[in-house]
């Protein structure tokens, strides 16, 4: 079950699990002479998850930011893509299980399965704050949005009007920063013409932190900056406020009920659950505890990587849950099971250990405003959003791999594509009304 015929059978077998940022640069790494390679994601697509608020604020297409990985990967020789859910491990039999019955055996399991948006044991919020992970995801906000301001259109109430063109944004990390920036945009000049009765330009923005500042990964000045950049789009920014409870179209800060029809939420991210099934030390994000090599302790032919590992490097570094980790691990394990197939098996001890190495932070508010921390250097507005743009344009490079798709990218990102914009799958859905 499962195996193809185009692969030699007579190399070792890497079976990798997930084919987001870490799995995906383990296989462009690898040099597959040396093994042949099984990579299993439940999506047929890679997802550029940087830029899935574009797509959530109408800026991109889906298909600007996500690519067949099989198209990525065909060039690969001794590799092949299988599309299906992973559900669990025999990690002593060196098999995975595949949907209901299937099973993959293995010599290493390369697992990068990456994260799930987390309500921090509110999971019940999740129904009314849809959180941004997937393409679903994005797609789903944007036609919850777009909805929304069309029955505004529409709406003779104040009241509701008003409720339909309010869009609360929870969590101030670079994810809600990002958001109610592009919402800000979105509403501000964007929708500013499609509509007659309504003002689009009036829709109330709020972005709600729990902590006393934006950006709390960035140094304070950063933050300041972010605060102050979102807050000359038309955000309204409150810090310090922690939600405590979300209903429909409604959600409670202390002493006050907001009602809006568009409540996203952008605070939390914790591992798979999947992590679970694989019976080691999790954190309380339920992050696996890895080895400084990368593999799972107990198992040194399992490697874990990216979003869903906790791990201090070997300079005592917290490595971040951002996608150039993700894509330095899928290296570093590459190279080491690479090294060990060629020259013979090393116990986790006496492999490389990872280091992760930091290429500054950064993150975007609008068109031409940004915050960012290259080094000692810190930056925003213009500047700023230049250097996110560049990182952003290498990144997609690499990932689409055809300087048309960038152009046509990059055109739909500076015209703001219409067709971003238009409403689909709105039949069973029905309109973001919740009054
Ligand atoms: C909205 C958003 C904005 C972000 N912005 C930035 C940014 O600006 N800069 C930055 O550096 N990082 C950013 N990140 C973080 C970055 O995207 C992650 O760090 C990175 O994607 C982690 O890579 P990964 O390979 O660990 O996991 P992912 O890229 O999440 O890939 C996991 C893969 O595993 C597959 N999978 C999961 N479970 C299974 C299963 N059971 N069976 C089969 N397949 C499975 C998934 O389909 C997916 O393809 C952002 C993340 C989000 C959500």
Redesign the pocket.
């Given at each position: 079950m499962f195996m193809s015929a185009t692969v030699s059978t007579s190399l070792p077998h890497i079976v990798v699990?997930?084919?987001?940022?870490?799995?995906l640069n383990f296989c462009k790494t690898f040099p597959t002479d040396r093994a042949r390679i099984t990579v299993?994601?439940?999506?047929n697509h890679?997802?550029f998850?940087?830029l899935?608020?574009q797509v959530a604020t109408a800026g991109l297409s889906a298909v600007d930011i996500a690519q067949p990985i099989r198209a990525i990967l065909n060039d690969k020789p001794n590799l092949e893509v299988i599309m299906?859910?992973?559900?669990g491990f025999d990690l002593t039999a060196k098999k995975v299980r595949v949907g209901g019955d299937g099973e993959i055996a293995f010599e290493y399991l390369v697992l990068?399965?990456?994260?799930v948006t987390s309500y921090f044991g509110h999971d019940e919020w999740a129904q009314f704050a849809p959180g941004?992970?997937s393409l679903d995801d994005a797609l789903k906000i944007r036609r919850k949005i777009l909805l929304a301001f069309e029955h505004a259109e529409t709406e003779t109430d104040e009241l509701r009007r008003k409720e339909l063109m309010t869009i609360v944004v929870i969590g101030g990390g670079?994810?809600g920063v990002e958001l109610a920036g592009a919402f800000a945009e979105l509403t501000r000049t964007v929708l500013e013409k499609d509509f007659d009765r309504i003002d689009p330009t009036k829709a109330r923005v709020l972005l709600i932190e729990g902590s006393p500042r934006v950006l709390n990964s960035f140094p304070a000045d950063l933050s300041a900056s972010a605060q102050r950049q979102l807050e000359r789009m038309g955000v309204e920014v409150r810090t310090g406020i922690h939600v405590s409870a979300i209903r429909d179209g409604e959600l409670e800060i202390p002493g006050e009920t907001i009602r809006a029809a568009n409540i996203i939420w952008g605070a939390g991210?914790s591992a798979?659950p999947?992590t679970r099934a694989l019976g080691v030390e999790l954190d309380r994000a339920g992050r696996v505890k890895i080895l400084p090599d990368l593999s799972v302790p107990g198992h040194p032919e399992v490697f874990a990587?990216?979003?869903?590992t906790a791990l201090t490097d070997r300079n005592d570094r917290v490595v971040p849950?951002?996608?150039?980790?993700?894509l330095q691990m899928g290296a570093h394990a590459a190279q080491t099971i690479a090294d060990e197939i060629a020259f013979g098996k090393r116990a986790p001890v006496d492999r490389a250990a990872y280091a992760y190495r930091d290429k500054g932070s950064m993150?975007t508010i609008g068109r031409s405003k940004a915050v960012a921390m290259i080094g000692k250097l810190h930056f925003s507005g213009f500047p700023a959003w230049l250097a996110w743009l560049a990182v952003h344009l290498i990144f997609l490079v690499g990932f689409r791999n055809k300087i048309s798709v960038l152009l046509q990218w990059t055109y739909s990102y500076l015209t703001y594509k219409r067709g971003a914009r238009v409403i689909t799958g709105v039949s069973g859905d029905g309109p973001a009304h919740s009054a």
């Open positions: 699990v997930g084919a987001g940022f870490a799995g299993i994601d439940r999506q890679h997802l998850q940087p899935l608020y299906a859910e992973v559900t990068g399965l990456g994260g941004l992970k670079p994810t991210v798979q999947l990587l990216g979003d869903m849950g951002l996608s150039p980790a993700a993150a």
